[in-house]
């Protein structure tokens, strides 16, 4: 019911209807200076594809898409977690030979110059073989996925995304910002094939 006077001893004005308290009115956010935007947005997707790409390969092993083989070490160094290799991989069957692939998940074990390991790669095109449990694999493409996504919270964040006066527009704003992410892993995961 709408109050026909104006002025009042509450103070109740023409065209206010009773008994719905008004909403406050939030003060409108300003939008990011793209002097920080752009840059945040070229920083965190450049560490979003870097993330995607060392994630795209232990996905793929972690999920059975994998050739066995023979990985003989050409060099190593350090010890422990701090152990890297390189190695060249024989596929089994003699699918095919890769030369020069880092080695990795084989650091239970030092190994020297020479010696051979049971691996696997995803393909030949691939830059590692992997002598190591499933549950490592889960590690390794697990954090890098992980990384990705905060990449994307990132670049919402520091870009503004999220601050624009628009629903509809914050929304696709900050989906897109997430989702360009995911979709750089997808990529990652294609090319590794």
């Known amino acids: 019911m709408l109050l026909s006077t104006t002025g009042g001893r509450y103070g109740q004005h023409r065209g206010v209807r009773r008994g719905r308290p008004q909403p406050p009115h939030r003060r409108a956010r300003q939008p990011r200076v793209p002097l920080l935007g752009l840059p945040a947005l070229v920083l965190f997707g450049l560490l ?3 993330f995607a790409w ?3 390969e232990p996905l793929w092993l972690s999920v059975g898409h994998a050739t066995p083989g023979t990985a003989t070490v050409i060099h190593c ?3 422990g977690l701090d152990q890297r290799c390189r190695a060249t991989f024989q596929a089994a069957g003699a699918a095919f030979t890769a030369d020069r692939v880092d080695l990795i998940g084989a650091q239970a074990q030092p190994l020297t110059d020479g010696a051979q390991v049971r691996a696997r790669m995803v393909s030949r095109g691939g830059r590692l073989a992997y002598a190591g449990d499933s549950a490592g694999l889960v590690l ?3 954090l890098g996925a992980g990384l990705t996504l905060i990449c ?3 670049i919402a964040l520091l870009t503004g995304a999220h601050r624009l006066p628009d629903r509809r527009s914050r929304w696709y704003a900050v989906l897109a910002s997430v989702g360009g992410p995911i979709l750089l892993m997808l990529g990652m995961l294609a ?3």
């Open 48 to 50: 979003a594809a870097f």
């Open 54 to 56: 060392v994630t795209a």
């Open 77 to 79: 160094s350090g010890h």
């Open 140 to 142: 390794r493409w697990a």
């Open 152 to 154: 994307g919270v990132a």
């Open 191 to 193: 090319v590794t094939r």
